[in-house]
């Protein structure tokens, strides 16, 4: 398997403009993760879904961000109109839950730079 | 963060050396995961802990859990250049599959 697919890898954008970020995630699983990653925030869950369902999106910091999944092998996060400190890295991550325990795979990352 | 933290925030030393790197969290706890980050790259699973073990050994791993405490350590022993990188410690609750990391260690092996 491919792993989690994300696009683009890295995005530069003024501010005020619409960034589009995507995922497809490893196929077969069922659970969809979409973090952020920043130096002084760390690792932030923004949303999650299962089975293509928004479960949790209490992460998500304000209303210019919105996540969908209309099917089980694309999900995206867009963020609308982008600010400066939007600027971070976007990993998209999935799993499948089994009794033993599930581990999330991650894609590698959109580096976004809003200026 | 969200859920925990890792201590040290970083870590260096000699290769050959052994590393520890301590997580504590803050919730009940399904299982504990410890992922490691290369520079500029997602993270990656090394190995997983249930709530219920108070030990785990992969390789030149090994992992503690005390639930009593809300921490978890890690343990890289005979460590090589290679192993330069972030480690974040990632709690998994009784409820949702939500998976919250920490911090992270970061760790710089010198050869």
């Not at chain 1, 501010?15 to 979409?34: A, N």
């Not at chain 2, 925030?9 to 490691?36: D, H, P, V």
């Not at chain 2, 009784?94 to 911090?103: I, L, M």
């Amino acid at each position: 398997d491919a792993g989690v697919i994300q696009s683009p890898r890295h995005e530069v954008t003024e501010m005020g403009q619409e960034v589009t970020l995507r995922c497809k995630p490893i196929s077969g699983h069922d659970y969809l993760f979409w973090y952020r990653q920043t130096m002084m925030r760390g690792l932030e869950l923004l949303i999650y879904f299962n089975n293509n369902v928004p479960i949790d999106d209490s992460g998500m910091p304000e209303d210019r961000f919105s996540a969908k999944m209309p099917n089980a092998s694309f999900s995206t996060l867009k963020i609308q109109p982008s600010e400066p400190r939007d600027s971070a890295v976007y990993f998209c991550a999935s799993s499948f839950v089994v009794h033993s325990g599930n581990t999330i795979y991650f894609g590698e990352g959109s580096w976004l730079t809003v200026v | 963060s969200q859920q925990g933290e890792e201590d040290p925030q970083a870590l260096s030393i000699q290769e050959g050396e052994n590393a520890t790197m301590n997580c504590s969290y803050k919730t009940s706890i399904n299982n504990l995961q410890w992922y490691r980050q290369n520079s500029g790259r997602g993270l990656v699973h090394l190995i997983l802990i249930r709530s219920n073990e108070r030990e785990k050994h992969s390789g030149r791993l090994r992992v503690t859990l005390d639930t009593s405490k809300k921490s978890s350590s890690l343990l890289i022993t005979a460590s090589r250049a290679a192993d330069t990188a972030s480690y974040f410690c990632a709690t998994v609750r009784h409820t949702g599959n939500q998976f919250y990391f920490g911090t992270g260690t970061s760790l710089t092996v010198i050869p």
